[in-house]
């Protein structure tokens, strides 16, 4: 039976619940697919328990990507939400917009609307921030933004030792300047995960979503150049649905280019490889994507307050979990990634290009947290230059598609990796984190020769899963979207996630691709008005 909508919404992560969640309010009929199920698994909602849904199928796609060229052809592990929530489900829940600088340069080259000041009414409108209401912030919105309910020994150590290398102390790295040292906030309410599953699909907006689970999207319908509706696949069958107004894909950095490539719309010779219709070739669908690289360094601690005390002690672990069970208290109750240090890695850049970051674990390479007490300087290169790509490998959503970032392929973003990774240590090395320091584990302190750094920043850099860039907004050739978010060549088709970003912005993607969904359901209602 084909069903009929206003608005089918395709994907149910970040972006795709606030587009849904503000149509619904609005009065439409909106039909919301979502390829995993119900956002039950209690490790969900504890915040510490990411680490269990990292790598677990029932909640993740678990993408990998090609092997990557200029990384000793690694391929890279890229979790990805399968689940009511996506991503901001399984996620560290760092709530980070980027610097008004990144918006302005969208804006600036050619996405109208995308400014600063334009963008920042749609992050205020989506929060409820624990610390009030100012000029740069919201409440009453429904995204719930807490500081960490505790701040921790080896976090105050490292801001402290920050601040001896010149670092100023940022109490808000929302606020007008993101350079220094802090603690971050996360998408929590009352110690508990807040992602936009729990906070748009609620209320009298319910009444108008009709929310299906388990619904593998086949392709997008497509009938004399307009989106008509969509086919998809659960588990009781085949089904198609119409909608009356428009089909808004929020499938993300992956999912968006590869259902678009698979419904026929695409570069040509990709589609007919593969045996698949073009419906409408659009050269950019996959093309753009960005991530931050990031390379760590881990060091054996003296302070015996980490993830690892936690996991290799299971009575200790017993003990805290109810802790956090009964009081919502304890390690359990925050992410484990209190700290961030934005730094500048040349004078000649006007803004922060690098985030280093304090993780209060170390893991091995089977991703377990080591047999020790035990924590990870991570440096992140933001504003990265390597684009990479997003391709189907077949006809079938089920085909993984071939994701690949180039990373360190640019002299620039190795010297850039190299630049952080040399502040990271200089951080461990300085009072009051050097008193912390049992030794260095990795690259260990008789690596220091840049060739010998180079070479460990291939073996061991990783993706910050922050993907974005892959449905590019613009106007030149190359972009997917418009302005207002309208896929070029197709009627009543938009792509509203983090595949829309021109450029990466200089931080954890999860804000501004809430706003993205914030503004993108904004202009959908203001276009049914006209």
Request: hydrophobic share 35%; glycine share 12%; proline share 6%.
């Amino acid at each position: 039976m084909n069903r009929t909508y206003d608005y089918i919404v395709i994907g149910a992560g970040s972006a795709g619940c606030a587009v849904a969640g503000r149509l619904g309010e609005a009065g439409h009929s909106v039909l919301l697919l979502e390829a995993g199920g119900r956002d039950s698994n209690p490790w969900i909602h504890i915040p510490l328990g990411y680490a269990k849904l990292y790598a677990n199928p029932s909640v993740n796609w678990c993408y990998t990507s090609e092997p990557e060229p200029f990384m000793n052809g690694r391929r890279l592990f890229q979790p990805r939400g399968k689940v009511l929530g996506g991503t901001g489900s399984i996620n560290g829940m760092i709530y980070m917009r980027g610097q008004p600088e990144d918006f302005d340069g969208w804006a600036a080259g050619g996405c109208t609307g995308w400014s600063w000041d334009e963008v920042l009414p749609f992050f205020r409108k989506c929060e409820d921030q624990e610390r009030g209401a100012d000029a740069f912030h919201g409440t009453g919105g429904p995204v719930s933004v807490s500081d960490l309910p505790s701040k921790h020994d080896l976090g105050e150590a490292f801001h402290a030792a920050s601040e001896r290398l010149g670092a100023p102390r940022n109490a808000d790295f929302n606020g007008p300047a993101q350079l220094g040292t802090g603690y971050v906030q996360t998408t929590t309410r009352k110690a508990r995960r807040w992602s936009t599953a729990r906070g748009y699909l609620r209320g009298p907006a319910m009444r108008n979503i009709d929310l299906t689970l388990h619904a593998m999207v086949e392709r997008i319908l497509v009938s004399e150049g307009r989106a008509t509706g969509v086919a998809w696949t659960d588990r009781a069958g085949r089904h198609e649905a119409t909608a009356r107004a428009e089909v808004i894909l929020c499938g993300g950095a992956f999912n968006s280019p590869q259902l678009l490539q698979l419904s026929g719309i695409g570069p040509g010779s990709l589609l007919r490889e593969h045996g698949i219709e073009v419906v409408h070739e659009l050269s950019g669908v996959g093309e753009n994507l960005q991530d931050h690289f990031g390379i760590g360094t881990e060091y054996r601690s003296r302070v015996k307050s980490t993830v690892n005390d936690i996991y290799n002690n299971p009575l200790k672990g017993g003990r805290e979990l109810l802790r956090y069970l009964l009081f919502r208290t304890g390690p359990f109750a925050d992410n484990g990634n209190y700290s961030n240090t934005f730094i500048h890695t040349s004078p000649e850049i006007p803004t922060p290009d690098m985030m280093v970051t304090f993780m209060a674990w170390c893991t091995g390479e089977d991703l377990k947290p080591r047999p020790f007490s035990g924590f990870t300087i991570l440096a992140e290169h933001i504003r990265p230059d390597a684009r990479g790509h997003v391709r189907i490998t077949g006809p079938r959503p089920t085909d993984q598609p071939a994701i690949r970032f180039n990373f360190l392929e640019s002299e620039a973003d190795m010297q850039a990796a190299l630049a952080g990774l040399k502040y990271g240590r200089r951080i461990a090395r300085t009072e009051p984190m050097a008193s912390c320091v049992e030794r260095e584990i990795t690259p260990g302190p008789e690596v220091e020769d840049d060739e010998d750094l180079r070479a460990y920043c291939r073996a061991n850099g990783l993706s910050l899963l922050h993907a974005v860039g892959t449905c590019r907004m613009g106007t030149g050739h190359d972009a997917v979207v418009d302005p207002r978010l309208r896929v070029r060549g197709i009627d009543g088709l938009r792509v509203v996630d983090a595949s829309i970003m021109p450029r990466i912005v200089s931080g954890n993607t999860n804000a501004a691709s809430i706003m993205i969904g914030e503004k993108g359901a904004a202009m959908i209602l203001e276009d049914a008005r006209t």
